[in-house]
């Protein structure tokens, strides 16, 4: 079956940083859009970032700065680099890769529909 594993979640106090990992299970993430969302205790999931294909990316308003996306597609695995965490930032963060693939096409924006989820890896920041 077709599926992602985070990791790299853990607790660590504001300020500081994590470094959360992808790794596609079955298949490759060549040519896919790979998204982070986060769901936080009693709020809805929310996106954090998004990698097209081409490599452009894009940020929610509240990590823009601190959070970065990046591929290696020659280790098949997506990061996802948090710095300067703050308490607000503790959540259930899920990695999503698209179901579909292209090379120039623009998935991101409609990647929670049609994409592959993992389990989620939790951050805490502590005050």
């Known amino acids: 079956q077709l599926h992602v594993v985070e990791s790299g979640g853990g607790m660590v106090q504001s300020g500081g940083s994590l470094t959360l990992s992808c790794v596609p299970s079955g298949f490759t993430l060549d040519h896919r859009a790979i998204g982070w969302y986060r769901q936080a205790p009693g709020k809805e999931r929310e996106g954090v970032t998004c990698?097209?294909?081409?490599?452009?990316?894009t940020y929610s308003a509240s990590v823009k700065g601190r959070f970065a996306i990046s591929r290696d597609n020659a280790q098949n695995t997506v990061y996802l680099q948090m710095n300067s965490l703050k308490p607000e930032d503790t959540a259930v963060y899920y990695c999503?890769?698209?179901?579909?693939?292209?090379?120039?096409?623009?998935?991101?924006?409609?990647?929670?529909?049609?994409?592959?989820w993992g389990q989620g890896t939790p951050v805490t920041v502590s005050s």
């Open positions: 990698i097209e294909s081409s490599g452009d990316t």
């Open positions: 999503a890769v698209s179901r579909r693939v292209t090379v120039y096409g623009v998935i991101c924006p409609g990647l929670r529909e049609s994409a592959y």
